[in-house]
Structure formats: structure tokens, C-alpha cells
């Protein structure tokens, strides 16, 4: 079993959450967060923070984007 990784300094808490979604989108997530880690060298942990902060701040588009295709 993988041990938990040392927080990066005393104000970095790193916790683990659990979601599904289809494989089409966890490859597209997996993938976004390669790339943007190879272009700025940034730690994949900061990435994928980095790509969730920007859907939050949209998150009026996606409940918009979520309504719609639910209809």
C-alpha cells in the first residue's frame, strides 16, 4: 500500500477524495494534468488544483451546462 506523501510545508494539508466519472473523462483529466505539468514543471498535486479552482470559478456555466443536458 502506497504511503501518504509529507505535506510540502506546515501550511499544505493534502487529503485524498474518491469521485467516479466515465474513463473518457478521467483520461481527458489525466492527460490535461500531464501536459500542463510537463509545459510548467509544476507538481501534478498543484495542477490538478490549478484545473479544479478554474471550474469552480465557472461553476454558474456548468450548473447552466448540467440543466440544459438534463432536459
Do not use: C, G
Not at 506546515?10 to 485524498?16: F, I, S, T
Not at 509545459?39 to 484545473?51: D, F, G, Q, S
Not at 465557472?58 to 447552466?64: E, G, I, M
Request: aromatic share 4%; net charge positive.
Amino acid at each position: 500500500m502506497k504511503q501518504p506523501t509529507a505535506p510540502a510545508s506546515p501550511n499544505h494539508v493534502a487529503v485524498r477524495r474518491s469521485w467516479y466519472m466515465s474513463a473518457a473523462t478521467a483520461d481527458a483529466l489525466a492527460t490535461a494534468v500531464d501536459d500542463l505539468h510537463f509545459t510548467t514543471r509544476r507538481p501534478k498535486h498543484e495542477v490538478l488544483a490549478a484545473l479544479i479552482d478554474a471550474a469552480l470559478a465557472s461553476r454558474d456555466q456548468v450548473a447552466d451546462r448540467l440543466t440544459r443536458s438534463a432536459s
